[in-house]
């Protein structure tokens, strides 16, 4: 049973915007930095944004830093990533990730994973 649970993939059109969920257990996730990354066909998984436990910090990968937004709200065990201005090579499978030591940029840091939410940008 997956303890990351990813929502709010689709089809857009180039422009459009998209809001991802992730939702988590709780109580054992407090104290988590959550992140999310994506893995384009025929690509390595890559990093996309990430927050700490307590949203005071947040880190974001720089061709998106001006378009996405990652928030976490702890009273509902969510974290959010509002994509605006989508363009096509945005499109890839997004994953949930949460780590225990800290806010990482790297996926081997990442100890529990989502199964993933597709989202399709077309041109």
């Known amino acids: 049973q997956a303890q990351l649970r990813e929502a709010g993939g689709g089809l857009v059109q180039a422009g459009d915007s998209l809001r991802l969920s992730c939702t988590y257990p709780g109580r054992a996730f407090e104290l988590a930095s959550m992140g999310w ?32 937004t990652i928030s976490r709200n702890s009273a509902k065990n969510t974290v959010l990533l509002q994509m605006n201005s989508l363009k096509f090579e945005d499109t890839a499978v997004y994953y949930c990730a949460a780590a225990f030591a800290g806010v990482f940029r790297t996926p081997d840091k990442y100890e529990i994973w989502g199964q993933g939410t597709q989202v399709t940008v077309s041109s």
Request: charged share 40%; hydrophobic share 35%.
């Open 37 to 68: 990354f994506r893995q384009a066909p025929g690509k390595e998984r890559e990093f996309v944004a990430a927050v700490s436990w307590n949203g005071e910090r947040v880190e974001y990968k720089d061709s998106v830093e001006d378009r996405f």
